[in-house]
């Protein structure tokens, strides 16, 4: 985050609005910082230096942030509001929910925030987007949104939270619910088309809700005790229902079976094929991470057989590294 950045005074928040006690619920709101080796399987797509927050969620300095800031990560650096810094070791990350989680290395003197009930975050009701450095780095929101969001990545949240208005370095901000626990994690900011011609900025949040399930494998395990879903190294989107292929991993399964930018998918073991999250649920359907997926794509004025062989995604990156 821009260290000359501060939220316009209208929407920042501020303590005679909120029953908790906002300085120290945004006190446990750290920076994260990553660096990622060259060779790595994400680096051409999410970078080699990575920033933006996290969130302390237990008094031993585990941060919860979301998990592309620290994939593959070698070095991870956790700044406090105070300025300093610490070093941090990648405990997981979960492809499934995104989430990642980070274990301070060094004693880290702020309280932890702790876990709120997401599902009680409804439409209109007021949240504070918060980001490493207080109220002058946080955004007074509300929830607009409660719905299903596909990312292109083979991605998908059933209940997102969205908010506005949009922080505009959302990545792992922690979302503060009404009662002062944490109930989501910043993962993107989106256009939505607002009353005018004019397109409005939201935040899409991963709710915490999604964690709980989850966090003592993640700590234990280093990652969910689930199989893997079948992964297919691809990167679509989505136009009128249509799912068209926009780019493949190299390397990976989509890239080996053929398949192609501009493809349309139209179906998945011969059921057609209807929107992104369609087709995401369609193919994890078939099978843990390794089942061979057949489709039919359209390419050059014809339709075409595949056959893509899945794949475990945590296989084709570095792991955490040890210190």
């Known amino acids: 985050m821009p260290l000359d950045w501060k939220t316009p005074p209208e929407i920042e928040p501020r303590q005679e609005y909120y029953e908790f006690d906002l300085a120290r619920a945004l006190s446990a709101v750290v920076g994260v910082r990553s660096l990622v ?3 790595a399987f994400t680096a051409d797509i999410l970078g080699t230096e990575r920033s933006g927050n996290g969130v302390v969620i237990r008094a031993d300095g585990l941060v919860l942030t979301i ?16 300025g300093s810094a610490v070093p941090g070791h990648v405990v997981a990350y979960d492809q499934e ?14 309280p932890a925030l702790e876990l709120g009930v997401s599902s009680q975050a409804t439409p209109a009701t007021s949240v504070i987007a918060a980001g490493v450095g207080g ?8 929830v607009v949104a409660r719905q299903e969001f596909a990312g292109y990545w083979e991605y998908l949240i059933d209940q997102a939270i969205f908010t506005a208005p949009a922080h505009p370095f959302w990545g792992g901000t922690g979302l503060i619910g009404p009662d002062g626990r944490l ?3 910043g993962s993107l900011q989106i256009e939505q088309a607002g009353e005018t011609s004019e397109t409005v900025p939201l935040n899409m949040y991963v709710p915490t809700d999604l964690l709980k399930p989850i966090l003592d494998d993640l700590l234990t395990l280093g990652q969910a ?23 493949v991993a190299g390397g990976g ?3 080996n079976a053929e398949l192609r930018q501009g493809d349309v998918v139209l179906s998945v073991a011969g059921a057609k094929v209807s929107g992104l999250a369609g087709l995401f ?9 390794g089942v061979k997926v057949p489709m039919t794509v359209y390419r050059d004025g014809r339709p075409m057989q595949l056959t893509v062989t899945s794949g475990d995604r945590n296989r084709f990156l570095k792991g955490p590294s040890l210190h």
């Open 97 to 110: 929910t995104g989430f990642g989680l980070v274990q301070a290395l060094a004693r880290v003197e702020v």
């Open 281 to 289: 649920r369609k193919v994890w359907s078939m099978g843990k991470a």
């Open 67 to 82: 998990g592309y800031l620290i994939t593959e990560a070698e070095a991870v650096w956790l700044t406090l509001s105070s």
């Open 37 to 39: 080796p060259a060779d």
């Open 183 to 185: 109930i989501g994690i």
């Open 135 to 142: 109220p002058g780095h946080s955004v007074a929101a509300r």
């Open 225 to 247: 005790n689930r199989p893997p879903r079948p992964w297919l190294g691809l990167y679509a989107t989505e136009v009128d229902d249509r799912v068209i292929i926009a780019g």
């Open 253 to 255: 399964p989509a890239a």
